[in-house]
């Protein structure tokens, strides 16, 4: 089992920065890859940015550039540094873990990131 929290969420106004940070927990082995997804109110949960333990990263069209995303392997932590925030942005942001080994999921409780125009 892997266990995941989320911090770092709040209001911000357009062209802010937030930075959300998720710890993971419990049994991480072999190659995996941490993740951020968002969910705004009516929309389907959309992929942010990956990096995998190697440090390999992916990243949604609509945030290159102005969002990156980061993980201390030592701590078992993922970081997502967000700039030029923009009202579309607003979302609950979630954090994923993957095992690729067993292909198992772990999310975390989602933490809401609300941007102002």
């Known amino acids: 089992q892997v266990q995941l929290v989320e911090s770092g969420g709040g209001l911000v106004q357009a062209g802010g920065s937030l930075r959300l940070s998720c710890a993971a927990s419990g049994s991480i082995f072999g190659p995996n890859e941490m993740g951020w997804y968002r969910q705004a109110p009516g929309k389907q949960r959309e992929l942010v940015a990956t990096i995998t333990n190697g440090g390999s990263t992916n990243y949604a069209d609509s945030v290159k550039g102005r969002f990156t995303i980061s993980r201390d392997k030592a701590k078992n932590t993922a970081q997502l540094q967000m700039n030029s925030l923009k009202p579309e942005d607003t979302a609950v942001y979630y954090c994923?873990?993957?095992?690729?080994?067993?292909?198992?999921?772990?999310w975390g409780q989602g933490t809401q990131v609300t941007v102002s125009s």
């Open positions: 994923k873990s993957r095992i690729f080994l067993t292909m198992r999921d772990y």
